[in-house]
Structure formats: structure tokens, C-alpha cells
């Protein structure tokens, strides 16, 4: 058997597979959202841009979703910096695995059990319960954009923390002693030499959690109480109560659509910068 | 800065605390500790629905994993030695799985499969032989092990290709000079070195699929596994019972991850 058959015989399971489960699905969504709703609740093929039209009737959910996505990924980020600064720079080498393993090990933990702990915590007799008890009165966090987003904070840190501790691990730190030699102040340091050299980890970190948070579902479903909703939650309604599967397939597409709209024009910004992308796998 | 440190990672692990304490709650109010017993467990685990879940969520995560580990390792190999067009598809496509948020997977899977299966159902009545019914093609267990396939796949081949490149080509180079096959090379030279990285890729596909909750609920059909089970719960109020299932879940995929990562550290070291 040559090394032509060979290849082809190993791709051919992924190759299959790809095809049937992310090429022709994909397809049907994108031709489905040019289609009409049929009484019985699937789709007639058609050519009309209707759907899209009647985008804005979902408008608060891309709203949410627009607002609630940068604020979270920009939360992540400034309690995820200084972590990942004390795990590359400052921890004893000693524990450095053990620590940065017990950050990433809950980003692969269940999400929903996770989001759950949140409905425990500050729920009715969780914190303001707490709050209570120290005199503050009347205080409800459950189903507010606020436990939206803790729980945003608490389930996508880990996604942030990692990709800035491998740039700034990789840092060379014989730079910052030599600003420090030649007189700079810590914080002197640390905004001309360490920040710069960290921009790589953040903007990974931003878009992976950007992206991700963009096609939220749980944490708004969990914490939200129906009232803070995410496109996510809106595509759960559309496809599988109101089952008008031609407007939700407009709906999936335009959320694709953004997505990558602002990731390329993130990666542009970057690049005008000047930075350097990390691609870094986090497991 | 240490103080930081530690109040960051209490925030990452008190709720899971929280959650673990409490389903030892004797009590049968979900939010008042009354004592210490195991007795939610022992109701959970009597409880034929959470039994026929569990049933489901494990049988969908150990045949996704293992499919997935195996065809992506075979993937992420025949990568190796290609470039040119299929090779940029291929990147393209794996690129695709992951980037693609997993609520639209869902629905493409969902939609995509409910409409082919439309075509083929009919198709299959006609030619199928001697007026025995036909298998009816339905979304299901089958349907979700597919989607969950597809996805981890695209993990398996992102993990094991890191680790292929970090690998010294002249091991391989080597085998074949001393006239090995080139399955003889696989199986004694590039799979040993590989295999760090393979296990940790099961273990994390594993977990993932264990835990997916937003694929199976659109694509699992009649099927409840243990996260949709365990969502559908919650809507109906929170009890001692879920306390007990979210710990286990959680402990399931804790212990597999850290041997994982464990796994991906040692096999991180540098092969020369």
C-alpha cells in the first residue's frame, strides 16, 4: 500500500464524518434561513429574505448579548491578569503546576453544575441571606444581569488566566531586571516592559472567551431567570418551543455572522498594533 | 498578591464546596444544613430516571470518546504527511468544529439530520426487502453520538498533532532506514510517543461529552441524559437530590482530568 492510499484510507473516517455532521448541517441552516415556515412547522424552500428582515424583532437579545459578552470577557480579563502574573512570575516554581492545574481543571468541569452552585449561592437564602444578617435588607441578585454575570465571570476565568500565564511565563525576565537596574520603578516596569510583552495572552484570551460567551445559552438560562436573555436562549425558544425552524436558522446565521465580523475586526485592530497572537491550547 | 491569589481560587472552588456539602444535607430542605447523612445519594442513585440517564450519558461518552480518539489519532497521523489542498480543507474544517458555538452545532445537527432523514425514510421503505418493516431513522442516542463524534474528533486531532510536532522526525526517519514498515514504525516509534497525548485526548472527550449539556439537548431525541435530566430538574426547584448528582458529576470528570493533565505534562517534555 503506498503512503498516497494509506492517508487517504486514515482520513477518510474524519473526512466522512465532517462532512455529514458539520458541512451538511451547516448547509441546510444557511439554505433554511433563506426559506418560509411551513404550517406544520419545518420549512418551504424559497428564495426570501424575510427572515432577516424580521431580525429586529429579536433585537433584545443581540442587545444583551453585545453588552453583556465584551462587559464579561473585559471582567475576566482584570480579575484573570493579576492571577496570571502571580502564577508565572511570582509563584514558587515548586507548586507552579499544581496551581495553574487547579485553574484550568473547573473551565472543564459541567458548566451547568457549575451555574447551578450560583443559583445556590445567591439565591434567596444564599448571600442576600448573608447580606441580611449584616443589616443589608432587601438585596436581590438571582435572575439580574448582575448573577448573569458572575456566573459569565465564574465560568470562563479559567479560559482567561491560561493564555496570559503562558505569555507571561515565556516572558524573558532578565528584561525586567534590567529595567529595574537601570532604575525604573516596579510599576514602570510593569507598564512599559511586562504589559506589553503580555498583549499576546490577553488577546487570545479575549477572543476565546468573547467567542464562546457569544453562543452562551446555560448561564443566562440558569442565572438569567428569563429575563436576561442571550441569542443563545432566543434560538432554544425559536427551535424547540415556537419550532419555526426558517427564522431560527436566520437567527443562527446572523450570530455567526457578527461573531466572525468582530472577530476579524479584532484581529485587524491587533495586527495594526503590531501584536502577535498566542495560539495556545488550553488543556 | 498571595492574598489575591488564594481569594481567586476560593471563588473558583467554593461553589463547588457549596455543592458538595450540601448533598450530604440530612435534611429535606435544599438550602438548611440539617446534619450529615448520604442519604441523597441513595435516593438518587434508587431513582430510576437519574439510573436510566446515567445509563445513557455513559454509553454516549465512552462510544463518542473512543470513535473520536480513534479516527482523530488516524486523522491528525495522515496530516502529518500532507500538504496542499486537502491538508488547508482539513485545517479549515477542524477550525470550524471548534469555533462554531456549540448551541448552533445543536441546531445545524438537529435540523440537518431531521431533513435528510425525511428523504431517506421514505427511500428506505421502497427498497427495503420482503414487506418486513424498515428501521425507521429517528434523532436519538445514535444521532447524538454522531454529533458529540464529529466535534471531539476535531479535539483528538488538535491535541495529538501538538504533540506530533513537538516529535523528532529523525526517530521516524530512523525506523524506516532500518527497513521497519511504516505500520511497524507507527506501532513501535511514533505511537509510544503519542500516547500521552491520545490517552489525555480520550479523557478530555470523555469529560466533555459526560457534561455537554446544550448538543443532547437538541439532538438526542427521545434520549435524557444525566445534564439534560439534571437542567429539566432544576426548572422544577432545587433539592438535596441534585445536590448529590452535580457532586458525582463533578468528581466523574474531576478525577479524569486531572489524570489528563497529568498525562499532557508528562508527555509535554521535550522527546530528544
Known amino acids: ?283 | 498578591m498571595r492574598f489575591y491569589a488564594l481569594s481567586v481560587y476560593l471563588f473558583l472552588y467554593i461553589p463547588i464546596g457549596v455543592i458538595a456539602l450540601f448533598s450530604f444535607n440530612a435534611g429535606r430542605n435544599a438550602s438548611q444544613l440539617q446534619g450529615l447523612s448520604t442519604k441523597w445519594y441513595g435516593v438518587a442513585l434508587s431513582n430510576p430516571f437519574v439510573m436510566d440517564a446515567l445509563k445513557t450519558s455513559l454509553t454516549v461518552a465512552l462510544t463518542a470518546a473512543f470513535l473520536a480518539t480513534a479516527f482523530g489519532t488516524m486523522a491528525a497521523v495522515a496530516l502529518q504527511g500532507i500538504h496542499g489542498p486537502v491538508r488547508k480543507a482539513f485545517d479549515l474544517l477542524i477550525y470550524v468544529a471548534v469555533m462554531i458555538p456549540g448551541i448552533v452545532i445543536g441546531i445545524a445537527t438537529l435540523i440537518g439530520l431531521v431533513t435528510v432523514f425525511d428523504q431517506l425514510n421514505p427511500l428506505l421503505a421502497t427498497i427495503w426487502p420482503g414487506g418486513a418493516t424498515p428501521p425507521k431513522l429517528q434523532m436519538g442516542m445514535g444521532s447524538l453520538i454522531a454529533a458529540h463524534t464529529m466535534f471531539l474528533m476535531a479535539l483528538v486531532i488538535i491535541i495529538v498533532r501538538a504533540r506530533l510536532a513537538g516529535m523528532d522526525r529523525a526517530l521516524t526517519e530512523a525506523s524506516s532506514d532500518l527497513y521497519a514498515t511504516p505500520f511497524g514504525t507507527f506501532r513501535q516509534v511514533t505511537l509510544p510517543l503519542i500516547f500521552p497525548a491520545v490517552l489525555a485526548g480520550f479523557l478530555l472527550s470523555f469529560t466533555f461529552s459526560f457534561d455537554d449539556f446544550i448538543i443532547a439537548f437538541f439532538v438526542a431525541g427521545s434520549e435524557t441524559t444525566l445534564p439534560v435530566y439534571v437542567f429539566s430538574s432544576i426548572r422544577r426547584g432545587v433539592t438535596p437530590e441534585i445536590n448529590a448528582i452535580g457532586t458525582m458529576v463533578l468528581a466523574v470528570s474531576l478525577i479524569l482530568l486531572f489524570a489528563a493533565q497529568i498525562l499532557l505534562r508528562r508527555g509535554a517534555r521535550p522527546t530528544r
Open chain 1, 1 to 283: 500500500m503506498s503512503i498516497r492510499t494509506r492517508n487517504w484510507l486514515l482520513l477518510a473516517p474524519a473526512g466522512t464524518l465532517f462532512l455529514a455532521l458539520l458541512i451538511v448541517p451547516l448547509t441546510v441552516v444557511l439554505v433554511f434561513s433563506f426559506g418560509e415556515r411551513a404550517p406544520a412547522g419545518g420549512v418551504v424552500p424559497a428564495f426570501t429574505l424575510e427572515q432577516y428582515a424580521n431580525l429586529p424583532a429579536r433585537w433584545t437579545a443581540f442587545k444583551n448579548t453585545l453588552t453583556l459578552a465584551p462587559i464579561g470577557t473585559l471582567a475576566a480579563l482584570l480579575i484573570a491578569y493579576p492571577l496570571a502574573y502571580f502564577l508565572a512570575v511570582r509563584a514558587d516554581p515548586k507548586w507552579k503546576t499544581i496551581l495553574l492545574v487547579l485553574v484550568i481543571v473547573p473551565f472543564w468541569t459541567s458548566i451547568l453544575i457549575r451555574s447551578y452552585a450560583w443559583i445556590f449561592l445567591l439565591g434567596g437564602r444564599g448571600l442576600p441571606a448573608l447580606l441580611e444578617w449584616i443589616g443589608i435588607d432587601g438585596v436581590r441578585l438571582i435572575n439580574t444581569p448582575f448573577a448573569v454575570l458572575v456566573g459569565i465571570i465564574y465560568g470562563y476565568l479559567p479560559l482567561m488566566v491560561f493564555p496570559i500565564y503562558v505569555s507571561l511565563d515565556r516572558l524573558d525576565k532578565r528584561l525586567l531586571e534590567a529595567s529595574s537596574d537601570l532604575g525604573a520603578p516596579p510599576w514602570r516596569t510593569f507598564l512599559q516592559v511586562t504589559l506589553p510583552l503580555s498583549v499576546p495572552g490577553i488577546a487570545t484570551g479575549c477572543m476565546l472567551v468573547f467567542i464562546l460567551l457569544m453562543g452562551e445559552f446555560l448561564i443566562p438560562a440558569m442565572l438569567g431567570g428569563g429575563k436576561v436573555f442571550f441569542v443563545g436562549n432566543a434560538l432554544v425558544d425559536l427551535f424547540l418551543q415556537s419550532r419555526n425552524w426558517a427564522y431560527g436558522s436566520a437567527v443562527a446565521v446572523a450570530l455567526v455572522v457578527i461573531m466572525l465580523i468582530t472577530v476579524t475586526i479584532y484581529m485587524r485592530l491587533l495586527n495594526r498594533l503590531g501584536a502577535r497572537r498566542d495560539d495556545v491550547a488550553i488543556m
